[in-house]
């Protein structure tokens, strides 16, 4: 892709829009590491994604980043509280510290009365609360977010979004997201629209 250039400082959230097809994802994969950046740099806390091993790589995306996807992906055989604790549990914290933590995020999100059920227990708007729970669970620094509400109806896309950023705001975790609405690219702090490989800031959204 050409002329792709973004950063964004903790705490701050940026929003990448375009149609299907525009490279979006593509360049969410990129700057999470996930696929390799053809040409130019993938710059975390100054170091370049692309000179770091496959450990170090793990290890970032382990424990410094989080994802969330348009629908939840959570799962189905763990319970809410321990698909929100999970990423606590790979970084290797224990059960008891992984569970409180999943519960006071959850907390924050309106969903401690449904900690002990299944993903096939709770609504869509609840099963994407949960995934925005495990991706802030561990305090990452930065959260990659796939049309995070792509997937709900317009209000209950309106709450989710409001409660992931505000929550995601409030520990300092930086947001990139990419979406096709107006509406979810409104409420990021930057926004950049992408078309045919080409990204293009379009200043504070």
């Given at each position: 892709?050409?002329?792709?250039?973004?950063?964004?400082?903790?705490?701050?959230?940026?929003?990448?829009?375009?149609?299907?097809g525009s490279g979006k994802s593509s360049l969410l994969y990129c700057l999470a590491g996930v696929l390799p950046?053809?040409?130019?740099?993938?710059?975390?806390?100054?170091?370049?994604?692309?000179?770091?091993?496959?450990?170090?790589?793990?290890?970032?995306?382990?424990?410094?980043?989080?994802?969330?996807?348009?629908?939840?992906e959570l799962l189905p055989e763990l319970t809410v509280e321990e698909n929100a604790a999970l990423p606590l549990?790979?970084?290797?914290?224990?059960?008891?510290?992984?569970?409180?933590?999943?519960?006071?995020?959850?907390?924050?999100?309106?969903?401690?009365?449904?900690?002990?059920?299944?993903?096939?227990?709770?609504?869509?708007?609840?099963?994407?609360?949960?995934?925005?729970?495990?991706?802030?669970?561990?305090?990452?620094?930065?959260?990659?977010?796939?049309?995070?509400?792509?997937?709900?109806?317009?209000?209950?896309?309106?709450?989710?979004?409001?409660?992931?950023?505000?929550?995601?705001?409030?520990?300092?975790?930086?947001?990139?997201?990419?979406?096709?609405?107006?509406?979810?690219?409104?409420?990021?702090?930057?926004?950049?629209?992408?078309?045919?490989?080409?990204?293009?800031?379009?200043?504070?959204?």
């Open positions: 892709m050409d002329g792709a250039h973004l950063s964004v400082a903790p705490g701050e959230v940026a929003a990448v829009t375009g149609q299907s950046a053809a040409r130019g740099q993938v710059r975390f806390e100054g170091r370049v994604l692309g000179e770091l091993t496959d450990e170090e790589m793990s290890a970032l995306r382990r424990e410094r980043f989080g994802f969330v996807f348009q629908c939840g549990r790979l970084a290797g914290r224990s059960k008891k510290h992984a569970l409180a933590e999943a519960g006071r995020v959850l907390d924050r999100l309106g969903l401690g009365e449904l900690r002990e059920r299944r993903p096939s227990q709770v609504s869509g708007g609840q099963s994407q609360r949960v995934a925005v729970a495990r991706a802030l669970v561990h305090r990452p620094a930065v959260v990659f977010a796939d049309e995070p509400t792509g997937s709900l109806d317009s209000a209950n896309a309106a709450a989710v979004l409001r409660e992931f950023l505000d929550l995601a705001r409030s520990q300092g975790t930086a947001v990139i997201l990419v979406t096709h609405d107006p509406a979810v690219a409104a409420q990021a702090d930057s926004h950049y629209a992408m078309a045919d490989g080409v990204l293009t800031p379009r200043g504070a959204a």
